[in-house]
Every structure is written in structure tokens, then in C-alpha cells.
């Protein structure tokens, strides 16, 4: 195993954490996972995997969760019916294809997989056999379901749930200074200074270009995946404002991550934004005709759709505008699925769904199969099974009913859950696997996190963490 410097710098703040409590361990964890491109570790034994330092700091998020007060809950969170229970199974079950579909079905089928050449490293066309990315995917997966467990039991009482509120937020400003410093470096020749936190043992495109704009990355190897990040946290503050929680914050930061969104010019961004603005309109339309709805939503109903015609008019006004634009659209847009890259992800995915055909519907196994879509990627690694577990979990978490005790609690955990689903339409136009990545299991468990119950069971106020840990399990809410 190959350590890296800022590998060092995480386990040494992982450390404190231990020392400073849950608050600064969550906010730290939360910005942790904004560093795509980053490599804490180089793991030789497993043919030279990525350790990033989101899932180093983890380990030391789950040190802290065992601890008295917590230990009780993280197992509550995998228990039935819980949403956690699906995932737990959805888990365990690709574990399982991990180790034996590749062997069983060996040269049944053709898949694209990770593969190192001479040349490098490439997704190649081979027949099905066990692969490094069986052990590799199955980790990332596992450490999923242990962000899960981990964030649902530290986040189990109110003060918890604010803690992540706010540990995302600050990621929201985190992925507007990398952004910056992406473009800053960028302009100035100096990308190099960069190159601590771009160690990731694959291909880190910060230097493209897009109709002469640079595409911007921030801290993630490509646009796509910063796309997919920042269409996340774009949503989780929008949601807040829309339900009233702290405006005057989360009102500009959503404000600068959609500048951000489209600057990014990936098509990711500008799909994934379309489908989730139309999701959120209609979503408001429905609580305002069926239920109550905040001053917020009402209006965002009334001036979106003036402030795109507005923007609308502002463009087709000026003609150098207009046209930019246009071949913007043009090229990102109404012309990708003509591109060489669009038929080259059209074919993982064909062949990804003869996967599927070929295996009798049980699926090659965990990190056997590539697809460009996250729905093909589960039905070719996890077959039928899985995929139907994986639903169930995802349904479970959005549709969990909010019993909060308080509005601001409850705008929190409706913010998650929306997180997630723009997280789910990235993942539906660009997701090469089954992972949906560490924040969507982080905002899935904030989501479907019960309301703490009433104040004589709750986790006292007191300072962590010494109050916290004098609780047993059973004095905490489930």
C-alpha cells in the first residue's frame, strides 16, 4: 500500500474528530466526499485500488459511532422494516455475486470492464471471469451501507440531524472554492498546485474544453462527476429554501451552484437540472393543490417560470448571445446522442442488458459489468434480485413518512430525500455503476432518520462528547 500526503492529512483530522466530537467528525466527513479526484492510498494488494480519503475518514466516523450512545442505533438502522433493511439485503446479495457469478457464468458472456494494459488503464469488451473491480466495487458498496448505518445513528436526535444540514451546506460552499481554484489555476498555468488533491490513480480531465470554455471540474477527476455533486447540493439547498430553513444562507448558495451547474457544461448538468427543476415544479403544484405549502414554494410557482422567460427574452435579444447559446445547446444537448462518446455508452449499455439475458437474469456480479446507466448497471451486476431489493430500498427512503416534531426538522429531511432523487436522475443519464456514491447514502439516511422522540428520550443537549456517551442504547430513539 502506496500513502499519500493528503491520505496522511485525513487520518491525522480523523484523529481529531475522535477527540473534537460528532459535529466537527460529520462536517469533516461530509467535505471529504467532495474530493473525487483524491487518492489517501494507493492499495497495491488489490491491483492498485483507490483509497479516497471520504472512506478513510469513515473508519474513523465509525470509531466514534460505536460508542455508547450510537452503537445500538447503527444496528437499528439494517433492522425490519426500516429502508436500511433493503439495503442491507440489496448489500449481503451483491456480496454474494461478487464472489460467485463471475466464476459460475465464466465466459458465458462478454462484459466491458476495467481493465490495465500496456497502454493503461481501459474499458474493454472480455469475457466474463473474476476481476479486481469485484473486490474493488464490493468495498465501495459495503462502505455505503456503513455510511448509512453510521450517519442514521449519528444523526438519530435532532442536534445529529443539524449537524449533517449543516456539514452539507458547508460542502456547498467547499465545491464553489474548488470550482474557483479550478478555474483560477487554470487561467494562471499553475494546475500543478493542484495536483495534491488530483492523485487519483486514473484519468483527471481538468483541462478540457467545451465550445472554447474550459469545462469546469472543481475537485472531481471530470464534469460529469462534478455535475452530479453539485446538481446534489443544489437541490439539498433549494429544498431548504423552499421550506423556509434558513433563507437568508441557503437562498445564494443554491443561487451560485446552479451558476455553477451551468458553467460545468457537461450535459449531465443541464439534463439532470431540467429533470429535477420539472420534478420540483411539479412536486409544488401537487402540495399546493392537495396540502399546505410554504411561502417559499408559492413563490417559486409564480416567478420560475418568469424568470425563464425573462432569461429567455435577455438572450434572444442579443444575437452574439443567442448564438452561443444556441451551439451550446446544440453540441451539449440536441446533438450528444450523436456523438462517438453517446454511441460508445449506447454500447455499454447494450451490452450490459445481454448481460443480464445471458446470466438468466442473476446478474454477473458486483463490479463485473460497466453500463452509462445506473438502472442498466444494477439489472447487468445485480440481476433481477437485486435490482428489486435495491428498489425497494430506494422507495422505502423516499416515501418515509416525516413525523418531525419541528418544521425546520422537517425541511431537513425533505431536503435529503430530494437530494437523492436528483442524485438518482444523474445517475439515470451518467451512471457507470451501481454506486450512487457516498452523499446519496449520506442524504438517503438523513431521508428515512426517524424523528427523535419526545424530549424525556431523547439524547440530552449537553456538550459532546462526554453527556452523550454516558446513555445506553436503549435511551436512544430508534
Not at 377 to 390: E, K, W
Request: glycine letters at 8%; hydrophobic letters at 55%.
Amino acid at each position: 500500500m502506496t500513502f499519500e500526503w493528503i491520505g496522511l492529512a485525513a487520518f491525522i483530522l480523523g484523529c481529531v474528530g475522535l477527540a473534537a466530537g460528532r459535529g466537527f467528525s460529520l462536517v469533516l466527513f461530509l467535505v471529504s466526499t467532495l474530493l473525487g479526484a483524491a487518492s489517501a492510498a494507493i492499495l497495491t494488494v488489490i491491483g492498485g485500488a483507490n483509497l479516497p480519503p471520504a472512506h478513510l475518514l469513515l473508519g474513523f466516523l465509525f470509531l466514534l459511532a460505536l460508542s455508547s450512545p450510537w452503537r445500538g442505533v447503527m444496528a437499528e438502522a439494517i433492522a425490519w422494516p426500516r429502508p436500511g433493511f433493503w439495503l442491507f439485503v440489496t448489500v449481503a446479495y451483491g456480496v454474494v455475486t461478487a464472489v460467485f457469478m463471475p466464476r459460475l457464468f465464466a465466459n458465458a458472456t462478454y462484459v466491458y470492464t476495467f481493465a490495465r494494459t500496456d497502454y493503461g488503464t481501459g474499458l474493454l469488451l472480455v469475457p466474463l471471469g473474476p476481476v479486481s473491480g469485484n473486490i474493488t466495487q464490493t468495498i465501495y458498496f459495503v462502505g455505503d451501507l456503513l455510511a448509512y448505518c453510521v450517519v442514521t445513528a449519528l444523526a438519530c436526535d435532532d442536534r445529529g440531524k443539524i449537524w449533517v444540514a449543516k456539514g452539507l451546506i458547508v460542502c456547498g460552499f467547499a465545491n464553489l472554492a474548488f470550482a474557483g481554484l479550478d478555474y483560477l489555476t487554470f487561467f494562471t498555468g499553475t494546475a500543478d498546485y493542484l495536483a495534491f488533491m488530483r492523485n487519483a490513480p486514473y484519468r483527471i480531465l481538468d483541462t478540457a474544453e467545451v465550445i472554447g470554455i474550459k469545462r469546469l471540474v472543481g475537485s472531481f477527476p471530470e464534469a460529469s462527476a462534478f455535475a452530479g455533486a453539485t446538481l446534489c447540493l443544489f437541490a439539498f439547498t433549494l429544498t431548504l429554501w423552499l421550506e423556509g430553513y434558513r433563507s437568508r444562507l441557503v437562498a445564494p448558495l443554491a443561487a451560485l451552484l446552479l451558476l455553477a451547474l451551468v458553467a460545468s457544461t457537461s450535459t449531465t448538468a443541464y439534463a439532470g437540472l431540467a429533470l429535477y427543476l420539472a420534478f420540483v415544479y411539479a412536486a409544488s403544484v401537487l402540495r399546493l393543490v392537495f396540502g399546505t405549502v410554504t411561502r417559499m414554494r408559492v413563490a417559486f410557482l409564480i416567478y420560475a417560470p418568469v424568470a425563464f422567460a425573462l432569461l429567455g427574452c435577455i438572450v434572444a435579444i442579443d444575437d452574439r448571445s443567442a448564438t452561443f447559446v444556441g451551439d451550446a445547446l446544440q453540441q451539449l444537448v440536441f446533438l450528444k446522442g450523436a456523438t462517438a462518446s453517446a454511441a460508445e455508452r449506447a454500447t455499454w449499455n447494450a451490452q450490459a442488458l445481454t448481460n443480464f439475458a445471458e446470466t438468466y437474469g442473476l446478474g454477473v456480479g458486483i463490479g463485473s459489468a460497466r453500463a452509462s446507466n445506473v438502472a442498466v448497471a444494477v439489472l447487468a451486476n445485480l440481476g433481477i434480485i437485486g435490482t428489486i431489493t435495491y428498489g425497494l430500498f430506494l422507495v422505502n427512503t423516499l416515501t418515509m413518512p416525516a413525523r418531525d416534531p419541528a418544521p425546520h426538522l422537517h425541511g431537513i429531511r425533505q431536503a435529503a430525500a430530494s437530494a437523492c432523487i436528483a442524485m438518482i436522475f444523474a445517475g439515470l443519464l451518467a451512471g457507470t455503476t451501481i454506486d450512487l456514491g457516498l452523499t446519496f447514502f449520506i442524504c438517503a439516511a438523513l431521508a428515512a432518520t426517524p424523528a427523535a422522540e419526545p424530549a424525556s428520550a431523547r439524547l440530552p443537549s449537553a456538550p459532546e462528547p462526554e453527556a452523550e456517551t454516558r446513555l445506553t442504547a436503549s435511551e436512544v430513539p430508534a
